[in-house]
């Protein structure tokens, strides 16, 4: 079934590691995109990918990097945890910018870091 | 700076009746606007959407109204059902450029409860 695969389904991180969050998607979107979901402040973004070979930072991009090698693949990492990055995280795409396409999301990653 | 805003956490309604959802914007530039339907333990998934040149659009039970000069749109479910419940985000974004090109700002979200 086509869609956007995020692994691992969650996560319990000691603060201080590093820990890369997988991100892939079968629908050849070109825009990727990472979300986190926090109560009471919505879905934030932390940064996107209008196509292979380009990132940008969204709203809260601190602590967190992405690259985008190909087409598919979207990874998020966190390069030294913090417990502010306990969240669930939410990667999505869509297949262009030119129109109104809506995202499409994963089921998330629930991350807790201790 | 919150430039889409759902002021109400929750909602609560009896089957059948009419819920009513509200979402606030600030950025002028938006000019495309979404609803998405979460459940719990699975990725948000897209309701249905309204561009600024237009102020209703609707989908079977849902509707969405856009009032440009309030900043304001909703989201009309009716008849409401209790599979309805869950959260609802509002989200906007620009189709024509600036900083937000290809972005979707997302509100707070508000959980919708549909009593049977």
């Known amino acids: 079934i086509a869609g956007i695969t995020q692994a691992p389904t969650s996560q319990i991180l000691a603060a201080g590691r590093r820990m890369t969050l997988r991100c892939t998607q079968d629908?050849?979107?070109?825009?990727m995109y990472w979300y986190r979901q926090d109560l009471g402040l919505g879905l934030r973004l932390i940064h996107y990918s209008n196509t292979a070979g380009t990132t940008g930072k969204g709203e809260v991009p601190d602590g967190y990097s992405v690259s985008r090698a190909n087409t598919d693949d979207f990874p998020l990492t966190l390069a030294s945890a913090v417990p502010s990055q306990t969240s669930v995280y939410f990667c999505?795409?869509?297949?262009?910018?030119?129109?109104?396409?809506?995202?499409?999301f994963g089921n998330g990653t629930r991350l807790t870091v201790t | 700076d919150q430039q889409v805003k759902q002021n109400s956490p929750s909602l609560s309604v009896q089957e059948g009746r009419i819920s009513i959802l509200n979402c606030d914007y600030t950025?002028?530039?938006?000019?495309?606007f979404l609803w998405y339907k979460k459940y719990p333990a699975e990725g948000p998934t897209f309701l249905i959407s309204?561009?600024?040149?237009?102020d209703k659009n609707e989908d079977g039970r849902f509707t969405v109204f856009l009032n440009k000069s309030a900043k304001h749109l909703s989201l009309h479910i009716v008849p409401s059902q209790p599979g309805d419940s869950a959260v609802y985000f509002c989200a906007a974004g620009t189709r024509t450029g600036g900083t937000s090109y290809g972005k979707l700002t997302f509100g707070q979200g508000t959980i919708l409860t549909v009593h049977p």
């Open positions: 950025n002028s530039m938006f000019d495309y």
């Open positions: 629908m050849r979107h070109n825009a």
């Open positions: 309204i561009s600024s040149i237009k």
């Open positions: 999505a795409s869509r297949a262009d910018l030119g129109n109104n396409s809506p995202l499409h």
